[in-house]
């Protein structure tokens, strides 16, 4: 098995990312002159100048005219700037790396070793070591759900999203020539053990759009007749039984919980993050947001006296990206958000390409229910559905699409 360059860099993005750091600190964030250095020298781009003039006017107008904590606003700005590099870092990978799905490969084959060494532990008091208990719904306080070496398991389940794609399409375009099979049931089981419902629906949100967009030209594909078929004499009763016979298992539970409306951690993600981020942004400028790094400071009594935190709980966080980025940049950040994402999802043509459409419906979808706006599990995602760097999944490949609107 020949080395690849990029093999480590992987292996540090997916499982050792924040291994012994303080929270919020990554070693990406930390190899960002490297990173700096490495654009200019082989991509031969200055990305920093045009970055920081785009800024700029945002940064003058919160430093300025809102008012912000100065030390912890350009602390929180030069994380900000450590993500760009790394955002650029990574698109420079995707033209330089020739063997991107040999190293996709490995780091599932490393990720499910690991989930295997990960579960005996769930049974000792070294649980920790792979798994985080955190309420997991109304009712459920003390849940084991694993993460491995991550932040939390829903940051564990983003990451795996683009793999997780890419080997479902292969299997689905009959491109399987390989194990596409195993290394998707490789991807499964973690995601089953860490319970992240949130990435696990947008994921499921994604395929159905995308198969509604294309219906008449995947519905004549022998291969999605045959998984749907599977879906329906397999996993479809298997999910009645459980439901008849096991009605009280934990999954069940937070499902009922959440069409109630009564789970904890779905609230918490959705619309009671945009009711908490319209508090802390009455108390600065609706237009031009908080500034980066306040919801700590200006924000933490609201979101302690909202869930009836201690007055020493500091992990005070609003965890739903729209919702932060309202908060910190207002409305004029938000509505910039949304605008670049709709006009490069038609400059670039996402919907010719079938990975590069799930992936950008993925992140628009759980952008609204998840996610931190310095989340390079997420950028990761944006970036490949903005770069048609896997065109063996393009949409039109010898024959003409079905309908008008692929055009």
Not at 114 to 143: H, K, M, N, R
């Amino acid at each position: 098995m020949a080395f690849n360059k990029y093999f480590l860099f992987a292996v540090l993005y997916f499982f050792l990312n924040s291994v012994g750091l303080p929270f919020g600190l990554t070693y990406t964030a930390l190899l960002a002159p490297f990173f700096y250095w490495w654009i200019v020298t082989v991509g031969r781009k200055e990305i920093l100048l045009p970055f920081f003039i785009a800024i700029f006017p945002l940064v003058f107008i919160q430093m300025a005219f809102v008012g912000v904590d100065n030390k912890t606003y350009v602390i929180s700005l030069l994380n900000l700037t450590a993500v760009y590099i790394f955002c650029w870092a990574f698109y420079l990978f995707l033209q330089k790396s020739k063997e991107p799905e040999r190293i996709f490969k490995r780091i599932i084959i490393i990720n499910f070793i690991l989930c295997l060494i990960a579960i005996p532990f769930y049974f000792t008091s070294y649980s920790y070591l792979f798994w985080i208990s955190q309420p997991l719904t109304e009712g459920v306080e003390d849940f084991l759900r694993l993460r491995l070496f991550t932040y939390e398991p829903s940051y564990y389940a983003t990451l795996f999203v683009p793999l997780f794609f890419f080997f479902f399409l292969k299997i689905v375009l009959e491109q399987n020539k390989t194990n596409s099979w195993l290394l998707l049931m490789m991807i499964i089981v973690p995601y089953i053990l860490s319970l992240s419902l949130g990435v696990m629906v947008a994921i499921v949100l994604s395929f159905f759009l995308v198969f509604a967009f294309y219906f008449r030209r995947l519905i004549v594909k022998k291969r999605i007749v045959n998984l749907f078929l599977f879906l329906s004499i397999i996993v479809i009763p298997a999910i009645v039984l459980v439901f008849l016979f096991f009605p009280d298992n934990t999954l069940l539970f937070r499902v009922n919980n959440i069409i109630s409306g009564h789970d904890t951690s779905g609230k918490g993600r959705t619309y009671e993050a945009f009711f908490l981020a319209m508090k802390i942004l009455a108390l600065k400028s609706s237009t031009w947001g908080i500034g980066l790094g306040q919801i700590k400071i200006i924000g933490a009594e609201i979101i302690k006296d909202f869930y009836l935190y201690p007055p020493d709980y500091k992990n005070v966080a609003i965890p739903n990206v729209t919702a932060e980025t309202l908060t910190i940049f207002g409305f004029a950040g938000l509505f910039l958000r949304f605008g670049l994402e709709i006009v490069l999802f038609f400059y670039t043509k996402v919907w010719k390409n079938y990975y590069r459409f799930l992936l950008f419906l993925f992140m628009f979808i759980y952008q609204f229910s998840g996610s931190f706006i310095t989340n390079l599990a997420e950028y990761v995602i944006w970036i490949l559905a903005f770069t048609n760097i896997f065109n063996q999944f393009d949409v039109l490949q010898k024959e003409r699409p079905a309908l008008f609107l692929y055009e």
